[in-house]
């Protein structure tokens, strides 16, 4: 590896760098380092990511908002690329997040477990509704139609009121009925 800095992109990229440095003023006139990964000068990314106002932030949520409805399909293959790389990076925040939140974790599953206990009803199939569980395919999760918990409405935590859905259908229900409105 060389004691200067790197002058063009793809050097630095060759070597793992992060910057690289050319002496030339960018397009806005700085004469400072520059990113190897997308030739952005580091001010100019300075400038780019400090929001001056909470109209301008508004302002830059509602032109990707649009972007986004514009570009579905582009704005699809970039969010399932994102994930792909950060996957396991985002994996690990919440596993170290989980080991320094141990606490937490174990609040809210206590909870969980009683929110199911209250939506049980004496009278339930226990025995079908833990058959229910183990007969899940693979792949699927197991949903309440109705949620034990739910904005509008609660369910009772009985056969009847549980399906097998997708994880991702899962996600995008989230905690409320299947047509109801987020």
């Known amino acids: 590896m060389k004691d200067e800095p790197f002058k063009t992109a793809e050097e630095a990229r060759r070597h793992g760098a992060r910057f690289y440095f050319t002496g030339k003023p960018c397009k806005r006139g700085h004469v400072a380092p520059r990113y190897a990964k997308s030739w952005m ?30 570009n579905r399909e582009r704005a699809r293959q970039h969010a399932a690329a994102h994930y792909k790389r950060a996957r396991e990076a985002v994996l690990e925040t919440n596993r170290r997040w989980r080991a320094r939140n141990r606490r937490v974790c174990t609040v809210l599953s206590r909870m969980s477990r009683a929110a199911i206990r209250r939506a049980t009803p004496p009278w339930a199939d ?57």
């Open 126 to 182: 226990v025995k079908a509704i833990r058959r229910f569980y183990l007969d899940r395919p693979d792949g699927m999760e197991v949903d309440h139609m109705v949620p034990l918990v739910g904005r509008t409405v609660c369910g009772l935590h009985v056969v009847w009121n549980l399906q097998y859905l997708t994880r991702s259908q899962n996600a995008s229900k989230g905690n409320k009925l299947m047509g109801e409105a987020g």
């Open 41 to 70: 000068c580091t001010v100019c990314a300075y400038e780019h990511q400090v929001v001056r106002s909470p109209e301008e932030q508004a302002e830059r949520t509602a032109a990707a908002k649009a972007w986004r409805h514009r």
